[in-house]
């Protein structure tokens, strides 16, 4: 069965750091687009990072360029979101995604066929 787990969410306050880890069942996503999305309580999901297969490129929302970062391991089955510099518009539950093989980068969740359970990330002022 294929699955993604996410792991790494919690509670912080603004300013601070937290690293989402989103590990998956086996080696199927090597040739995928992974990405991360969110969704805070009475909104869309939204598109948050990504990282292509080939050629290797990484890809964010304006609203966390420069704060967040995508990294992915094939060797390990695990794809990566380091949140810096953390604020309360951060705040949501974080999804892990991943295409089917060979497709590019998509930033409407509907690009993405398997998804994991999510993740809340809080952040409080």
């Known amino acids: 069965q294929v699955r993604l787990v996410e792991s790494g969410g919690g509670l912080v306050q603004a300013g601070s750091s937290l690293r989402l880890s989103c590990a998956t069942s086996n080696a199927t996503f090597t040739r995928s687009t992974m990405a991360w999305f969110r969704q805070a309580p009475g909104k869309e999901r939204q598109f948050v990072g990504a990282?292509?297969?080939?050629?290797?490129?990484?890809y964010y929302a304006d609203s966390v360029k420069g704060r967040f970062a995508v990294s992915r391991d094939n060797a390990e089955n695990t794809f990566d979101l380091q949140m810096n510099s953390l604020k309360p518009d951060d705040t949501a539950v974080y999804y892990c995604a991943a295409t089917r093989p060979g497709l590019g980068v998509m930033y409407s969740p509907t690009g993405y066929t398997y998804w994991g359970q999510g993740t809340q990330v809080t952040v409080s002022s």
């Open positions: 990282v292509t297969w080939r050629p290797r490129g990484t």
